[in-house]
């Protein structure tokens, strides 16, 4: 085994064109990918576009060989290659970055790098490699600190590695699978333009996943839309606009139209979150000394880098983490979240990934969507006694009023797709009375139609005079909804205003803490 | 207590930890390694009573201490790969796979081990490193065991080697990251597999020191939960090699207490004391789940993190 591999200069390699032929894959009776060609030029930054579920990940796993395709196939520079396993694909110089990070984090940058190598030595003299990884560095676009842990690196530094890993594995075709979700706009503009200009040198072909068309549309020159696993449309990614792409990618469905913001003159704060503290299950501070208040009928949007303690914040006021200092009030009275300040204060909540922190999976979608008021009549008889009858009744109208597709109340509600679990929950949260309502990421992972649904009822909410928290990693959704713009970073509010008087670069700017 | 027998105690107490710590040592040495791959094997302790039978047999057979040891790791050896094997199957609990090994490898140390409590078999020999001082119990208590010595060696080396070698990197990924480690072609299944069968040599070399060179002989007594304790070590020493050793030394000093009293003439509670390593056992249990920075220092994958 050679020890020293010498690294070739930057621009000695160029970015092969990669085309699929034919691809279909069929997962038991359901066919992910019907018969897909697309077509990524030599040195292009490519587009993928579609909904979740319309088949992008199926096809990049087919071109990265953790999937074998029923049928079709892979050109590289006009080659068919066949690759059975990523290894293959490593060795065909085709690379990803997935959304998740795939570092180690007990490893430094430097030891993530140097083992990603598939000639890396047995013993590692770290003299030789350290000269050698430097000299790298400098050839690189970006920079990062490669003395120290990966745990410790922020995201967008963590993302930026994972780029630089497949460039230093000479990995010329880059597939991103949203690369930007943990970016803050500044850097995720940084990292596009500096790909763009390599792609645009010739020396890397990219094919980015996406669903940001303001993204596709500042950088990427090509694009592909994937519907239901089939090819719905591409070309130009400059000359197509955004709304024959929005097109291409939703199809005929219908799509419900915004509820209006109403104007009204209610400004009583409703919800004070008052110097609250928490820590992480490892002792460190994740909220820290955060204060912000929402008054009546109105959206509060808090933007925010994710990881910088939104999560702990909704955990905190949903009664799963526990206050270490400050205080929530309603109406200014001390609110605990547990379940009799819930009823008390009407407060309910549509958290994230609502699967797991707002539904039992496995118990059915009448049970869940029961969860608020099971134990008040009519459902419950004498406080204890649940009879069947009113349970399901109030569920099966639920589900009608709410539009949740199950196939019957009693099905698990892990059957459901991920919009009609949401819309379940939505149904148990938003049919009483709601006072203050808090949302976080609500839309993430839906389709255009429940996502669309979904907002409208929130701002109905607000509309009707609820005092609404929007905790969200899309910019866009925060633009969209919100009345006034908080944003967090490093576990406090470093800005609020209202959403008429500030933009999307200010914003940006206090998302990466400045 | 006068100074000399302080002293005394003192002296035994350091003679104790470096004989009582080795099989401490090699345990803990073997789960720490298992455990950076990411998997538990509460196992040991049937690696260690069955070596300590296998080496007393294999010493008592062949005439060759040595070869006892080496019969002891391979014992264990195969033992640790069984349970790396059924371990990778679906749906398969290491913890509850590691209880039903520790089961088995005492059961059959029971089993196999019946003809061989009464015969005396060769034993290891201690190398006097005490032989410059005049003081007769400094000269005892360093009796050293060569296993002592190339257990710290060992410790030494793994440290350097988690590291320093593509080996050691690849442990730690597997250990921290299942899904890094699987998009960089790393096969998890054969890591862990190879991690827990090193890890059951060693214990298996742990237990050839029971019952070759102290106590020093085979009798189904013979370990009283040592391989049990070593794994609790391991997460007092946050899994890292060189304070497996510091940790194995302070349990080996704790298990002297009882003995090194009764040796001045103090016999009251003695029980008690020799109950001290697990009294100890359970208060760094305690301690090391508040502990915040230990929680940290964990490997990832490891299920009783997750």
Same mark, same amino acid.
């Given at each position: 085994m050679n020890a020293v591999t010498p690294i070739a200069p930057a621009a000695a390699l160029s970015g092969p064109a990669l085309q699929t032929v034919g691809m279909t894959k069929v997962f038991g009776g359901f066919t992910a990918l019907d018969d897909l060609s697309i077509d990524v030029k030599a040195g292009s930054f490519h587009a993928l576009l579609g909904e979740n579920g319309a088949g992008k990940s199926t096809l990049v796993k087919c071109i990265m060989g953790f999937y074998t395709p029923t049928k079709g196939s892979v050109l590289l520079d006009g080659q068919e290659k066949t690759i059975r396993s990523p290894r293959d694909a490593r060795d065909l110089g085709i690379g990803m970055v997935y =959304? =998740?990070?795939? #570092?180690? !984090?007990? #490893?430094?940058a430097a030891e993530n790098l140097v083992i990603s190598r598939a000639d890396a030595p047995a013993i590692f003299d770290w003299k030789k490699e350290k000269p050698r990884l430097d000299e790298f560095m400098d050839k690189m676009p970006f920079r990062v600190r490669l003395n120290e842990q990966v745990s410790s690196l922020s995201a967008g530094e963590k993302q930026k590695l994972e780029i630089l890993k497949l460039l230093y594995l000479e990995q010329r075709f880059m597939i991103l699978d949203e690369p930007t979700s943990v970016l803050t706009p500044g850097e995720a503009d940084e990292v596009l333009g500096l790909l763009g200009e390599m792609a645009r040198r010739g020396e890397v072909t990219v094919l980015m996943i996406s669903h940001k068309f303001r993204e596709v549309k500042a950088f990427c020159d090509s694009f592909s839309v994937l519907r239901r696993g089939k090819l719905t449309g591409g070309g130009d990614a400059q000359a197509a606009s955004v709304a024959e792409m929005s097109r291409m990618m939703i199809g005929d469905t219908e799509v419900r139209d915004r509820a209006e913001r109403r104007k009204h003159?209610?400004? *009583? +704060?409703v919800l004070d979150l008052a110097g609250l503290c928490a820590e992480d299950s490892e002792g460190r501070t994740v909220v820290n000394a955060l204060n912000l208040k929402v008054n009546a009928g109105e959206i509060v949007g808090i933007a925010g880098v994710s990881g910088n303690g939104q999560s702990a914040l909704v955990e905190l006021l949903a009664g799963q983490k526990e206050i270490k200092d400050g205080g929530i009030f309603i109406h200014g009275k001390p609110f605990e979240p547990k379940r009799k300040d819930f009823d008390r204060f009407k407060v309910f909540g549509l958290p994230e990934e609502p699967l797991k922190? +707002?539904?039992? !999976? *496995?118990?059915?979608v009448a049970e869940n969507i029961a969860f608020r008021s099971y134990d008040k009549p009519p459902i419950a008889s004498l406080g204890w006694w649940l009879p069947p009858g009113p349970m399901r009744k109030k569920a099966e109208e639920l589900i009608d009023k709410y539009r949740v597709k199950t196939t019957s109340p009693d099905s698990p509600i892990e059957s459901l797709s991920g919009g009609n679990v949401q819309r379940a929950v939505l149904a148990r949260e938003l049919s009483g009375d709601v006072d203050v309502l808090i949302v976080a990421n609500p839309c993430f992972g839906l389709d255009f139609a429940s996502v669309a649904e979904i907002r409208s009822q929130i701002m109905e909410q607000r509309n009707r005079g609820a005092a609404v928290l929007l905790v969200s990693e899309d910019l866009d959704e925060i633009l969209e909804l919100s009345d006034r713009v908080a944003v967090m970073s490093g576990g406090a509010i470093n800005y609020v205003s209202p959403i008429d008087a500030t933009d999307r670069n200010t914003i940006g700017q206090h998302m990466a803490g400045h | 207590m006068s100074d000399s027998s302080l002293f005394i105690v003192l002296i035994a107490m350091v003679g104790g930890a470096i004989r009582v710590s080795t099989p401490f040592m090699f345990v803990a040495l073997g789960e720490c390694l298992t455990e950076k791959s990411?998997?538990? /094997? $509460?196992?040991l302790e049937g690696n260690l009573v069955l070596g300590a039978m296998v080496a007393y047999a294999g010493s008592y057979t062949t005439g060759s201490p040595w070869l006892g040891v080496l019969f002891a790791g391979l014992s264990g050896l195969v033992l640790g790969a069984m349970h790396g094997y059924i371990c990778k $199957?679906?749906?398969? /609990?290491d913890i509850a796979v590691g209880i039903a090994f520790m089961s088995f490898g005492t059961g059959l140390a029971f089993f196999f081990g019946k003809p061989y409590i009464q015969p005396t078999a060769p034993r290891l020999e201690a190398i006097p490193l005490g032989w410059w001082s005049s003081n007769p119990s400094i000269e005892q208590a360093l009796q050293v065991n060569p296993l002592f010595l190339v257990g710290i060696a060992l410790a030494v080396f793994m440290s350097w080697a988690l590291a320093n070698t593509r080996w050691g990197l690849i442990v730690r990924m597997t250990g921290d990251s299942a899904a890094s480690a699987r998009a960089m072609g790393v096969s998890i299944d054969l890591v862990r597999l190879l991690a827990t069968a090193a890890g059951g040599f060693l214990s298996g070399i742990g237990g050839a020191f029971l019952s070759l060179y102290y106590p020093g002989s085979w009798n189904e007594g013979l370990s009283s939960g040592q391989g049990l304790m070593a794994v609790a070590l391991v997460i007092f020493a946050r899994w890292d090699p060189i304070r497996c050793v510091y940790a194995a030394l302070l349990f080996g000093a704790a298990g002297a207490i009882g003995p090194s009293l009764q040796s001045v003439g103090?016999?009251?509670g003695y029980y008690f004391f020799n109950a001290a390593p697990y009294i100890l056992t359970l208060f760094i249990m305690i301690a090391s789940a508040r502990s915040k920075s230990a929680a940290r220092e964990a490997p990832g994958e490891l299920s009783i993190v997750k």
């Open positions: =959304q =998740q990070f795939t #570092l180690v !984090p007990c #490893l430094t003159n209610d400004t *009583r +704060a922190n +707002a539904t039992v !999976p *496995r118990m059915s | 990411g998997r538990i /094997n $509460l196992g $199957l679906p749906k398969v /609990n103090i016999s009251q």
